[in-house]
């Protein structure tokens, strides 16, 4: 995607972006996704950072981490010794933009800064998870970059706390929150891919079409709407978990104060009122136990649900117990909220300085304490123990301003197996997948039958924060286990990938595949020149030879297979739109089409952008394919044109496999590869042609696939090219399909390529 730069040109002692492009995905530089910036840096070309006064004792204090950059060096400290020694802005730029994204809580640490053939003119490129995020940071490293020079500041000032909280409201409403993301960096671990479906907000598509499940935080698409609605409805819940012997607090909605208090009188005091549909713990009161709180404490928790529950009050403390797929993963215990009275301040204000004070507490999913409020909750807590805001508590004396108000310290290891059971068994009786349980007992490591204590609510869509970031303990694996719970068996979620680059044929290779996809039974998506498939159906008659298209095909869940054409201007420009494939085809490389445009001036950089191709190519292999368990998809492969000298070495940097094709049996490159030995490209597979017989080659075993001459006059077609053949073949190969599949998808293809022939481009036909 291509940015275009709101910089007025240069000033004398300025720099201005040209061209910013996003590479959301696998792309000429990393892995990962970038922002590529064209920065011209005019005459501060003329002043490295050594020869400008005062440059290394700002930026070094403005910004003390970048201590941690190591640079060139490879040693801590490296950045800063090379500013010292004498570096230029675009180098500064990358790793000041890097800095400004850690502080800010945004990880990612890649960059590189280039000189283009044109003086004063750079590639900046920098890790950047979300595109507006990177995009703002890039503009703030500029600023404070510039400030730190101070050629036209008597004293150079920078307000680097005002940049960060920029990027940390960014970060805030643009990215995934810390529950979402330990469980999307639990999937990377897996090397399972994740598509985010939202632009804000923390949907996630964790795998690819038919294999992939949704995450909403903690809710799956396994989380029932009607699971749910049981567990918003505290009462209906209650009476499930009662009728399966799960013990619960005896309690009934009631309609008015006065109905309330009849309802605490029956049940016996102290009671908690609470709302009947309420969430996060608002509206709740415990261990009421006159008139006065019970009638109050309904008027508040009617405004926070349709109706209200009057309960037993169960003595105790609260406990939180995360359960994933049938098992307790972890248990937080509640903490109350106290006050120490220093003989002169009001409670308030002690709320402010000794509570609200602690680092932990704040209003971001950062923290794992809530900032306490002086609301009706902390006011009825005070009155109980007959205080209000601005008592003077005695000094050293203690007073109580929130029950329970977080479940903040980890107890995990120290359940009872039986009230993990009974946790477990709850929220089966409600049919959550993933429920957060509310138990209140004295000690969570006796059962619950010795100390009557009982399950108080069962929650969809828990909180995870308190078990990856609890106030005390340890962290819990919370994300790890829910990505077990969806991908069972080691599973990845991927469903097979075909791409193909070069610059020829691509169209006719990728619908080759295709169809032999589609011919061993699976429903298969072609993004290509020619338009966007599933199976034989069109759906976009657009050039679909893009980031976006693929991206469809692979977020559609009745797909099985995926197949895609990819463009040069599109892996230069966008990056792929997936981290692996199963195979990658190369044909071969012709440089002319690709010289002059968009800076490109040497086969060095056409060689760096299609290679992308082979270096996503799968290093593993050997587990069950996720829709026909009978097949066992073997290593990546890459296809490569044998008789094209750049594509031999490229050969070298694939982590798979790499099959051979040739009009040629008898090239060097053909022979070698098929020999067997210990080197990296020997002893392996070709396909080629003798004798116009198309063979399958396995070191020195030659397989007769087809003629060539006969499967030509059968179907008519005399317009696909052999070498276009072989690569599909190789595909059809490397996947483990049989030689009678792949015979019979060359006779169908050929048949269905007479009636509707290819039509080639330059750059992306």
Request: hydrophobic share 40%; glycine share 10%; net charge negative.
């Amino acid at each position: 995607m291509l940015i275009q730069s709101d910089f007025p040109a240069c000033s004398k002692k300025d720099f201005r972006f040209l061209e910013i492009r996003y590479l959301n995905g696998p792309n000429t530089w990393t892995y990962n996704p970038v922002l590529e910036a064209i920065v011209d840096i005019g005459e501060l070309e003329d002043y490295p950072s050594d020869t400008i006064p005062g440059f290394y004792e700002r930026l070094s204090a403005w910004l003390p981490s970048l201590i941690e950059h190591r640079c060139s060096y490879g040693e801590r400290g490296g950045f800063l010794r090379r500013i010292r020694e004498g570096t230029w802005p675009c180098h500064i730029l990358e790793h000041v933009t890097l800095e400004l994204q850690n502080l800010a809580g945004m990880r990612g640490g890649f960059g590189r800064a280039r000189e283009t053939t044109e003086r004063g003119v750079y590639k900046v490129v920098v890790s950047a998870w979300h595109e507006e995020i990177t995009l703002k940071a890039l503009y703030l490293a500029r600023e404070l970059v510039l400030a730190a020079m101070g050629f036209d500041q008597e004293q150079p000032v920078y307000d680097v706390e005002n940049a960060i909280e920029q990027l940390r409201d960014m970060i805030d409403s643009l990215w995934i929150g810390p529950s979402t993301a330990c469980i999307v960096d639990a999937a990377a671990a897996r090397n399972i891919p994740f598509i985010r479906l939202l632009d804000k907000g923390n949907l996630i598509q964790l795998g690819q079409g038919a294999c992939s499940r949704y995450i909403w935080t903690a809710e799956t698409d396994r989380t029932t709407a009607i699971a749910e609605s049981i567990s918003r409805d505290k009462e209906l819940t209650k009476s499930l978990l009662r009728a399966c012997g799960i013990p619960v607090p005896e309690g009934r909605v009631v309609t008015d104060p006065a109905d309330a208090w009849l309802a605490a009188e029956d049940i016996g005091l102290p009671v908690v009122v609470k709302p009947s549909d309420g969430n996060h713990g608002r509206g709740v009161f415990i261990e009421l136990g006159t008139r006065e709180e019970i009638e109050s404490a309904f008027s508040i928790a009617q405004q926070e649900g349709s109706d209200v529950l009057v309960e037993r009050y169960i003595p105790g403390i609260e406990h939180r117990l995360l359960i994933v797929g049938g098992r307790v993963i972890a248990v937080a215990r509640g903490d109350s909220a106290l006050v120490t009275g220093d003989g002169v301040s009001t409670i308030a204000e002690l709320i402010e300085n000794q509570v609200n004070a602690d680092p932990r507490r704040g209003t971001t999913e950062n923290h794992p304490l809530n900032l306490v409020k002086l609301d009706d909750a902390v006011k009825m807590e005070l009155t109980h123990q007959g205080c209000t805001c601005d008592s003077i508590p005695p000094a050293d004396s203690k007073v109580r301003v929130q029950r329970n108000g977080n479940h903040a310290i980890d107890v995990t290891d120290s359940i009872h197996p039986a009230t993990a059971d009974l946790a477990t068994l709850a929220a089966r009786v409600v049919g959550l997948d993933i429920a957060g349980i509310d138990l209140v007992v004295e000690d969570i490591s006796r059962p619950l039958a010795e100390q009557e204590g009982a399950i108080v609510e069962v929650n969809a869509g828990p909180g995870l924060l308190m078990h990856i970031k609890p106030a005390i303990g340890k962290p819990q694996p919370v994300g790890e286990a829910i990505i077990n719970h969806l991908f069972p068996d080691q599973n990845q979620g991927r469903i097979p990938v075909v791409g193909v680059t070069g610059s020829h044929g691509k169209t006719t290779i990728a619908r080759l595949v295709a169809y032999l996809f589609m011919l061993a039974g699976k429903r298969t998506g072609l993004a290509c020149s020619n338009g966007l498939y599933l199976d034989h159906k069109k759906i976009d008659y657009n050039d679909c030879a893009n980031h976006k298209s693929a991206r469809r095909i692979l977020m559609n869940r009745t797909v099985e297979a995926a197949v895609f054409e990819n463009g040069f201007n599109s892996m230069l420009e966008e990056g792929l739109a997936y981290d692996s494939c199963q195979v990658g085809i190369v044909t071969r490389i012709e440089p002319a089409q690709y010289i002059g445009y968009r800076g490109i001036e040497t086969p060095e950089q056409i060689f760096k952008v299609l290679r992308t191709q082979v270096d996503v190519v799968s290093p593993t292999g050997g587990k069950k394919d996720d829709i026909l368990p009978e097949v066992t998809l073997p290593i990546g492969t890459a296809i490569l044109d044998a008789g094209d000298p750049a594509l031999i070495q490229m050969a070298d940097l694939c982590h798979g496999e790499v099959i051979y094709i040739s009009h040629n049996p008898e090239l060097p490159a053909m022979n070698t590869h098929r020999q067997e030995g210990t080197g990296p490209t020997r002893g392996k597979r070709a396909v080629t042609v003798r004798n116009w017989e198309i063979l399958l080659i396995d070191g020195s075993v030659e397989t007769p696939l087809v003629r060539l001459d006969k499967l030509r006059a059968e179907t008519g077609n005399h317009i696909v090219e052999t070498i276009h053949l072989l690569a599909g073949v190789g595909a059809g190969w490397a996947l483990g399909m049989s030689p009678d599949l792949i015979k019979t998808g060359l006779t169908a293809f050929l048949q269905d390529q007479e009636d509707h022939p290819p039509v080639y481009q330059t750059l992306e036909g």
